[in-house]
Nanobody, 129 residues
Framework: QLQLVESGGGLVQPGGSLRLSCTAS????????IVWFRQAPGKGREGVSC????????EFTDSVRGRFTISRDYAKNTVFLQMNSLKPEDTAVYYC??????????????????????WGPGTQVTVSS
């Protein structure tokens, strides 16, 4: 079964930074919008950020805007989530997901977990002193 793989999670102090990576070994991500979701203990899953297949458009949830950035490297078949100024409330399991897009839809992304085609198993991010 085709799957994404996340990496880069870990334990970091408040105010610190982490960079998460999302890659696929068995298919190219070029035509997929990529979304980062997270789920904290006892809470529902929420969309954090997404980037269009074309790479020109991205979205962020309000709580991370200005602190997180998202980018993609087509040559490495990888999408990155750079997380700066981390807060304890950012503690969660972070998942990346991919949704196939074609035509004009390649210019957009949606943080909607119901439309994703592939998921990764998640990586733990813990922000604590």
């Amino acid at each position: 079964q085709l799957q994404l793989v996340e990496s880069g999670g870990g334990l970091v102090q408040p105010g610190g930074s982490l960079r998460l990576s999302c890659t696929a070994s068995e298919f190219a991500l070029d035509f997929y919008a990529i979304v980062w979701f997270r789920q904290a203990p006892g809470k529902g899953r929420e969309g954090v950020s997404c980037i269009s297949a074309g790479g020109h458009n991205s979205e962020f949830t309000d709580s991370v805007r200005g602190r997180f950035t998202i980018s993609r490297d087509y040559a490495k078949n990888t999408v990155f989530l750079q997380m700066n100024s981390l807060k304890p409330e950012d503690t969660a399991v972070y998942y990346c997901a991919a949704a196939k897009t074609t035509g004009p839809a390649m210019n957009y992304c949606l943080m909607d977990d119901s439309i994703q085609d592939y998921w990764g198993p998640g990586t733990q991010v813990t922000v604590s002193s």
